[in-house]
């Protein structure tokens, strides 16, 4: 039996008369920059999210690239962040010519560890003041901790950015009630690539934010710096949502916490079925809160070997991520070296990623869980 990581086809199924009705008004209207679609998908985005500002942008990267402009940072800047996501948490950083520096994870949740980030604010106190932003990223489908992180950064004055792209839906806990995952920080940041939760048929973003003055900065930030148009106050860049791709992503916003719903059935029936030699997902909240964007195992010992026999049993599988930030060539001038950030790096070694798509049949999860197992027993 071949199982795929991911297969948008089942999904597209689904709504494809949908999508396709969204895309022929598209064509029709001739709005092909901007216009009623983006306009409307933001409006949906803004109500789904439960806050004031949502600016649709060309991609997640362009989304943390664009949020970390409109804070001014720049040359000779500090921004924290994790040292274990996907590379372009950290590529920002770096493409504006300020510092980045690298905080371990949990070895539980894989998130940035709130107490990394204090003790290293505590033990440099000559550079808080060059430290213009914090950006934690919620992995894999669940909220890094928030409060800790929040509350700190409160106490040295530095705003925070969530990288919330794996997260679209997730949620994180608020005295009886709860946050959507992007709404604590200054801006947070998602991305609608197509295997995410909430995906388009191509690259998009999206940044939302309760500050009404930097919604507007990065609205004109979007569109080359220019507002009105061929007026220009400041230095932006093309980082506008496609209007196809925003109709198509208010089509399936309407499916999301249905499909959510059918990924975290899927990782319940793992979490009973799989064998415990596997670590399974550290649920650090509320089962209902973590949406599984994926779902990554841990394995003890060699990782090949396991790799190996996933692909002999045709299943798909991916590592997120074989090499933590800190260990990257192009990162090689900052000095870290091997061991600096544990938990970082054992991650790197022993975890991965198996099926757990919406439309992941039970027939073919019943092969995973039985491999899975079978592997592990023999």
Known sequence: MHVSLSDLNPQIDEIRDEVKIAIDEVVESAQYINGPKVSNFERNISDYCDIDNAIGVSSGTDALLVSLMALDVGPGDIVLTTDYAFFSTTEVISRLNAQPVFLDIDPDTYNLDPKK?????????????????I???????????MKPIIRTARKYNIPVIEDATQAFGAKYPNKGDSYQAGTMGKTGCFSFFPSNSLGGMGDGGMVVTRDDEIAAKIRKLRNHGAAPKYHHSMIGGNFR???????????????LDKWNK????????????????????????KPEYHIYNQYVISVPGDRKELETYLRKKQIGYSIYYPVPFHQQECYQHLDYEEGDFPNSEDASQHSLAIPVYPQLSEDK??????SLNNFFRN
């Not at 990924?263 to 319940?268: G, M, V, W």
């Not at 999860?365 to 039985?370: D, G, P």
Request: aromatic share 8%; charged share 25%.
């Open 117 to 133: 980030l204090n003790q290293w604010l505590e033990n440099n106190q000559d550079k808080t003041e060059r430290v213009k932003a």
């Open 135 to 145: 950006i934690p990223a919620h992995l894999f489908g669940q909220c890094a901790d």
């Open 241 to 255: 949502l496609n209007a196809i791709q925003a109709a198509v992503l208010s089509v399936k916003l309407q499916y």
């Open 262 to 285: 059918m990924r975290q059935e899927n990782a319940e029936k793992y979490n009973r079925e799989l064998t415990d030699q596997i670590q399974t997902p550290e649920v650090a909240y």
């Open 365 to 370: 999860q019943e092969y995973v869980i039985e």
